[in-house]
């Protein structure tokens, strides 16, 4: 069964650095979103990229974040100078474009701590 | 703002008796519900959707109930396995393709 991947599964970092975590979404996917969910609270909506743009972000998604898909395969989110509450798991998912399959399909996460 | 939230955050059963899990919603506009389950250290894993023109939805011995009139969807379990311990979300979208805005989560803790 195809599965939306993660890597890293886990990320350590120092305040202000620069982190990229990486997606690989189901391959006939064409919406593809990431998540965020701050350890025992509630999973939060980031952003969602179709047709190499933005179609959807939040107020925490905000200039220190950036989306990519440099290839056909991998979907990428950048925060460009971590902070302390930046630390959480991170999640992407995907769904189909066609209409009655939209269903989002997650991966397993990526835990960034920032110390 | 809009919101989806749960009304309880632990339900303990015991193995084999059936679950009910409840969720309210106040986004009227809502046409699509799911329900996840998270297993810890994993990502949310899809459970059964429904649609908001229909009130009942069955899958493999779990049930989602939508009540439009009073903004509220239930999943139940029937037969209540350990392998059902999780936490529980129910999420909801507006439109095709759109973002999931999740409820806190519900702990269901299966007793042997």
């Known amino acids: 069964e195809p599965e939306v991947t993660q890597t890293p599964s886990h990320q350590v970092t120092q ?43 939040s107020e925490i998604f905000d200039d220190q974040f950036s989306v990519e898909r440099p290839d056909g395969s991998n979907f990428t989110l950048k925060i460009r ?10 999640f992407c998912a995907s769904s189909d474009r066609l209409a009655g399959q939209e269903t989002q399909y997650f991966g397993p996460g990526t835990r960034l701590l920032v110390l | 703002g809009e919101s989806v939230g749960l009304h309880l955050p632990t339900l303990s059963v015991q193995e084999g008796d ?30 059964i959707d429904i649609r908001s ?31 059902d311990s999780a936490v ?11 973002k999931l805005t999740f409820g806190k989560g519900i702990t269901l803790s299966v007793r042997p």
Request: proline residues 2%.
């Open chain 2, 53 to 83: 023109n229909m009130d009942k939805r069955q899958g493999q011995r779990v049930t989602v109930l939508l009540n439009k009139t009073v903004k509220h969807l239930s999943l139940q379990i029937a037969a209540t396995q350990p392998g």
């Open chain 2, 88 to 98: 529980y979300f129910c999420a909801e979208q507006g439109g095709a393709n759109s």
């Open chain 1, 81 to 90: 100078s971590t902070k302390l509450e930046d630390s959480a798991m991170y």
């Open chain 1, 15 to 57: 305040m202000g650095q620069e982190v990229i975590l990486r997606c690989v979404p189901i391959s006939n996917h064409l919406y593809f979103y990431w998540y965020r969910q701050i350890l025992g609270q509630k999973v939060e909506f980031l952003v969602s990229f179709y047709n190499n743009e933005i179609s959807e972000k």
């Open chain 2, 18 to 47: 059936n679950s009910i899990i409840n969720c309210a919603y106040s986004n009227s506009a809502s046409d699509y519900f799911i329900w996840y389950k998270q297993e810890s250290g994993k990502g949310p894993q899809f459970i």
